[in-house]
C-alpha cells in the first residue's frame, strides 16, 4: 500500500473534475480525498497498491472539460480511508457519485 498527495494544475475547476477523479478512483478501489484549493489547483490525496496508483494517476488525463497542464505526485507516509471522497469547498465531505 503507498499514499500519493498529487497537485494538479491546468482548468480543473468547476468542469467536474473531482467527481470524475472519484468515479475513477471507485473503479480502481483507490481511497483517499479530492478537494479544491484556493489557488485553482486540485489536491488529491490517494492511497492504494503502486500499479494501482500509476492506473489512476493516468486516467485522470481522460476526465472530460479538464485541461491538466501539469500534475505533481509525491509519495507521502501510508494513510488509510475507508473510501474515497470529495471534501467540499466548505469542508464538508461528499461520497454521493
Not at 6 to 30: E, M, P, S, W, Y
Not at 32 to 56: C, H, R, W
Not at 64 to 89: C, G, Q
Request: one cysteine or more; a positive charge.
Amino acid at each position: 500500500m503507498k499514499t500519493l498527495e498529487i497537485i494538479i494544475t491546468g482548468r480543473v475547476q468547476k468542469v467536474g473534475f473531482r467527481a470524475c477523479a472519484r468515479k475513477i478512483a471507485i473503479d480502481l478501489n483507490v481511497t483517499g480525498t479530492v478537494m479544491n484549493l484556493a489557488d485553482g489547483k486540485v489536491q488529491i490525496y490517494a492511497s492504494a497498491d503502486p500499479i494501482i496508483l500509476e492506473k489512476f494517476i493516468s486516467m485522470l488525463y481522460s476526465c472530460p472539460r479538464a485541461v491538466i497542464r501539469d500534475m505533481h505526485a509525491t509519495e507521502i507516509l501510508p494513510r488509510t480511508y475507508a473510501e474515497f471522497s470529495i471534501i467540499k469547498n466548505n469542508g464538508r465531505i461528499s461520497t454521493l457519485l
